[in-house]
């Protein structure tokens, strides 16, 4: 049975690829900050399959680093790797952005892959296996104005990932880049700290992309022949175009 490890796996994409890892035959390794939420999530996928849980901020390496140490030998040989967790915050020009809102991003956005990544890819070098996912974001592919320190976050991302695959490939590991376009998650409600009713109209008049739809693309790249790679892939509501652009009924 392989094993897969997903980051910020209590919520919105990561919690719906944990779910459709667990039916397929996954043992699964999700990875947090909030305990509650990690044991309830804990509770309800050990009914399908082996669990095993990690409360850390991945913004901290020696909490990353302790955390992934902590696994029993057991579970130590990881085949999947989910970088999912990431955020954003604030929607102000550069002139107006907030220190603590920028260090968040690069913090969880890029860091926080690189340390998580750093710790799972000399086991899987060993082995000659494995899957490296990463998260991104259309917002890599056009940066908008009042979101440049997000935009560049992901850009990172991007960046990232062709540097694993170019480090990588020659030991088996495969690296896939995806960029989701607008998924109706907890997502904008973060970016507007806390402020529902502006964090709702992003998703008004139209249909948004849904979790569950990226951790479809995610199981599709995943489980593809093993002579196939899917590097890139971006996935767009119906409704949206390109990052700005979003035809809405209202």
């Known amino acids: 049975m392989k094993t ?3 980051t910020g796996a209590t919520s919105g994409i990561g919690k719906a690829t944990a779910e459709l890892f667990a039916k397929n035959g996954f043992r699964i390794i999700i990875c947090g900050r909030r ?8 509770t309800e996928l050990s009914a ?7 409360d ?3 913004r901290n390496f020696n909490e990353v680093e302790n955390a992934i140490a902590s ?3 057991n579970w130590k040989n990881i085949d999947v790797l989910i970088n999912n967790a990431g955020n954003a915050h604030g929607l102000e020009p550069l002139s107006e952005g907030k220190i603590e809102d920028w260090d968040a991003m690069m913090d969880g956005n890029v860091k926080g892959l690189l340390y998580v990544s ?12 494995g899957h490296i996912v990463n998260i991104s974001s259309v917002a890599a592919r056009q940066t908008y104005s009042n979101g440049v320190v997000y935009c560049a976050s992901k850009k990172a991302v991007d960046v990232i990932s062709d540097g694993m695959r170019l480090e990588l490939t020659e030991f088996g590991i495969k690296v896939t880049n995806i960029q989701p ?5 907890d997502f904008s409600k973060v970016r507007f ?3 529902e009713e502006r964090a709702n109209t992003v998703y008004q008049g139209y249909k948004a992309l849904e979790p569950e739809d990226i951790a479809d693309a995610i199981y599709y790249c995943v489980n593809a022949p093993k002579h196939v790679a899917i590097s890139d892939l971006t996935i767009y509501p119906s409704a949206q175009s390109e990052p700005r652009t979003v035809y809405k009924n209202l």
């Open 35 to 42: 305990t509650d939420v990690l044991e309830q999530v804990k």
């Open 56 to 58: 850390f901020d991945q």
């Open 193 to 195: 700290k806390g402020d």
């Open 118 to 129: 750093k710790l799972l890819i000399p086991g899987m070098k060993e082995r000659n296996s």
């Open 48 to 54: 399908i399959t082996e669990v095993y849980s990690l």
């Open 4 to 6: 897969a490890l997903i």
């Open 71 to 73: 696994l029993p030998e």
């Open 181 to 185: 376009g607008l998924v109706e998650t």
